[in-house]
């Protein structure tokens, strides 16, 4: 079984391509981006790029993964309207993956808490607090759009050690030290940050966690799919609060 997996979710750009088997199945190939393009520009060429580079027939893969949100609005909306026109073309099912799910994946096996951070502007985070049970992934917090604070407060209160990563972590890394150093070493615990090769979005892990859902019968048809976005756009906001404030 083959799976073509798509993350266009923040700033990086990163197509995959895996393949099922013992171990948890082999990665084929996996083009990643992180430098000043916008996904329109970068993502069909890159995945031009894996299918010559792999002699890889599309016909032959099974499904296309996507990172499904929540992230950048228009970044989503380019993966997800790629991945649906694979799926319909090539009439094969899609796989919709939470980006924050894909992203702590990237930490297979640590025994931390893993905190993805996502930078959603205003002041917010997308995050959720998670760790690895027996080598599955365990959501102990949902995906949350919220302040560094909030977040900040209830790892505190766990009292564990934390890895965190994402591109969250250059606009509020030094935030959180200020806030967790002190609580976290007073309960024996300590927090730290992914490294460089580990630290983003990675459509390998994207594709890694969609063999398992489909394993598990997780999959959707292209018509079906919906990115999660978490929250309104600013477009959808900034209507919302015309249509009250022409209400009053």
Do not use: W
């Amino acid at each position: 079984m083959k799976v073509l997996a798509l993350d266009s979710s923040g700033l990086v750009a990163s197509v995959a391509l895996l393949e099922d088997g013992v171990m948890g199945g082999t990665l084929l190939a996996e083009y990643t981006v992180n430098y000043k393009k916008t996904h329109s520009q970068t993502l069909l060429p890159m995945l031009d790029e894996i299918v010559k580079m792999t002699e890889l027939s599309l016909d032959t893969v099974d499904a296309i993964a996507v990172s499904a949100g929540p992230g950048s609005f228009t970044g989503l909306r380019i993966g997800s309207a790629t991945a649906k026109g694979l799926g319909l073309a090539l009439d094969k099912p899609l796989v919709a993956v939470p980006t924050l799910d894909a992203l702590a994946y990237n930490l297979c096996g640590t025994q931390s808490l893993i905190c993805p951070l996502m930078d959603a502007r205003r002041e917010q985070v997308y995050t959720g607090i998670y760790e690895f049970q027996n080598r599955r992934l365990v959501r102990l917090a949902p995906p949350m759009a919220v302040g560094i604070g909030e977040i900040a407060e209830q790892l505190c209160a766990m009292k564990r050690d934390v890895i965190f990563l994402g591109d969250g972590v250059p606009v509020y890394g030094h935030r959180l030290t200020e806030i967790l150093l002190a609580e976290l070493l007073q309960a024996g615990a300590e927090h730290q940050f992914a490294p460089a090769h580990l630290n983003r979005q990675r459509a390998g892990s994207v594709g890694a966690l969609a063999l398992q859902y489909i394993r598990e019968g997780k999959t959707q048809t292209a018509a079906e799919h919906r990115p999660e976005y978490l929250r309104l756009s600013q477009a959808e906001r900034e209507r919302a609060e015309k249509d009250k404030k022409g209400n009053v």
